[in-house]
């Protein structure tokens, strides 16, 4: 495999600035790609976009709430002025509530959804647009093994994961007649901000390194543009996914 598989390719990473959507970052970046990074946390962000830069890469960050139509219309015409083009996007952006199904309100429920399905939509729907025109391109969306086999008190989260999947095969259907590749990629326990306060639950069940999931996502982005990789689960060993436990 090439060095650099992703030279002159230009990806956008959602939820970019920590966890999954940073390490798939910096894994394209060193790959040689040219990634933008959208996040709601403009610090954050930032110091993401320097990272990557302070090892030679290149980063564009756009802060963006992908909840909010307008804001991603701005999103991609921010790609469209410095690169003209969109090779991959990850939709990695995502919101999560650990609350008793008998206390979710429906704002809990909406504000889940918004950012896990319809962000993602908004998001999708515009790299689409653009990949159609140009004759091509990826969309790789990060799900969860929720999708599988959900948690207890997770009921928004499940529902948006299980939403997702269709999401992915609805545009890779769409996709197909016009060169563009959608999938899902589904992690288990991955580290991140989620754990905070439950480490100890994550050391029983194992908890991946965030690199790990970004190195399935750049086996992904870096398929042949005739091959697609449609779905890829990827978990601890020890977590207790398969079978009764």
Known sequence: MPTQPMQNAVALITGASTGIGRAIAEAFAEAGASVVLAARNAEKLAAAAAAIGA?????????TDITDEAAVARLFAELRTA??????????????????????TPADFRRVMETNVTGAFLCAREAFAMMKAQGGGRIINIGSVSAKVPRADSVPYTTSKFA???????FALDGRAHGIAVSVLQPGNTESEIWAGREAHAAREGVMAAADVARVALLMATLPASVNLLESVILPVTMPFLGRG
């Open 55 to 63: 090892r030679g890469g290149k980063a564009l960050a756009v802060p």
């Open 83 to 104: 690169h003209g083009r969109i090779d991959v996007l990850v939709n990695n952006a995502g919101g999560t509530t650990r609350t008793p199904t008998v206390d979710l």
């Open 164 to 170: 997702l999947e269709g999401l992915t095969r609805a």
